[in-house]
């Protein structure tokens, strides 16, 4: 009896030193991933009339290392709903677009949605997951703006995991409502 429990505990201490010194140096060692996410766009126009449309493009791709989930984010400021003004044409990555309205619960400030904000504004956001380097997705949205003067569009990518400042493009300028850097476009719209 007193052999059984020596071995017992001698096992348990055996278990606990492994679980506690040797399998967390291990993970230690494994090296952090850092995706390095980028994207393009382009506008088919930079002036219409009302009633027109006009496209936008979006390339979007991934350097470095592979990312989990990989986010391409298009918001609309100048605008309190999408409705009819904004349609997607077509798409190639492997989530379907999400639609955020205003007001919807958001992550902010590159948080993975540990810190969170109300939209001001609507958007889109298209994913994939996984994005190894080089694979490139693209989303196209037709946009018919209903008043004349500026329409303004956002763009931003986002890697999961969000490792480095190299995680999200565009790495500096204008910040949006989640308190992350976006590219910004503009059409303008006349009579």
Not at 86 to 94: A, R, S, W
Request: hydrophobic share 35%; charged share 15%; net charge negative.
């Amino acid at each position: 009896m007193k052999i059984t429990l020596i071995l017992t505990l001698v096992g348990l201490v055996a278990y606990f030193g492994i679980v506690l010194f040797v399998i967390p140096q291990e993970y230690s060692n494994v090296k952090t991933l850092e995706p390095q996410p980028i994207f393009t766009a382009k506008i088919s126009t930079n002036h219409i009339h009302l009633g027109d449309s006009f496209a936008v493009m979006v390339d979007s791709s991934n350097s470095h290392d592979a990312a989990d989930v990989q986010i391409m984010s298009i918001s609309f400021p100048g605008i309190t709903q999408i409705g009819d003004k904004v349609k997607i044409v077509g798409y190639d990555f492997t989530q379907s677009p999400r639609y955020v309205k205003t007001g919807d619960e958001i992550g902010y400030d590159y948080s993975g949605g540990i810190k969170s904000v109300k939209a001001q504004y609507p958007s889109i956001e298209a994913y994939s997951r996984p994005v190894n380097p080089g694979v490139h997705y693209s989303i196209e949205l037709k946009i018919t703006p209903d008043v004349v003067g500026n329409f303004t569009i956002f763009a931003k990518t986002v890697a999961i995991p969000h490792s480095s400042d190299h995680s999200h493009y565009p790495y500096s300028g204008t910040k949006d409502h989640q308190n992350e850097y976006v590219e910004s476009f503009s059409v303008m719209v006349s009579k």
